[in-house]
């Protein structure tokens, strides 16, 4: 089974997956914060995150994830939408994006409060 690798300021999580699962099932499982504000159905970009190593084994983009890409901040030829992205074979290496961190703490107010409290939210630039 595939490895992917989420890395974020606040992550750093690798978990198994079988192929076809998606990147957000895998942050979900893993407990990556992977933010998706539409409940993962490609109605948003808030779960917009860049591959760092095996884009060439992930799923095609179709065109409604193209489309839901180009509203996202900070788009780069690497940039997938993690609900629609289906994991290969090969073990995949993610950048979780700030755009994906904000939302994943605009959906979890209490987590986002305790990390406000201990100094690690919002990130330091």
Not at 37 to 59: A, F, N
Request: net charge negative; glycine share 8%.
């Amino acid at each position: 089974m595939p490895k992917v690798h989420f890395k974020s300021p606040l992550d750093d999580v690798t978990v198994e997956v079988k192929s076809g699962a998606t990147l957000l099932e895998a942050a979900e499982q893993g407990g990556a914060h992977v933010g998706h504000s539409c409940g993962g159905v490609c109605g948003c970009s808030t779960c917009h995150v860049w591959i760092r190593k095996g884009l060439d084994s992930l799923s095609e983009q179709s065109d409604p994830e193209m489309d839901r890409l180009d509203m996202g901040f900070d788009v780069r030829p690497y940039s997938r939408l993690s609900c629609q992205t289906e994991v290969g074979s090969e073990d995949i290496q993610v950048e979780i994006t700030e755009e994906s961190l904000t939302a994943y703490m605009d959906e979890n107010p209490a987590l986002r409060h305790q990390l406000e409290a201990a100094g690690k939210w919002p990130l330091k630039k």
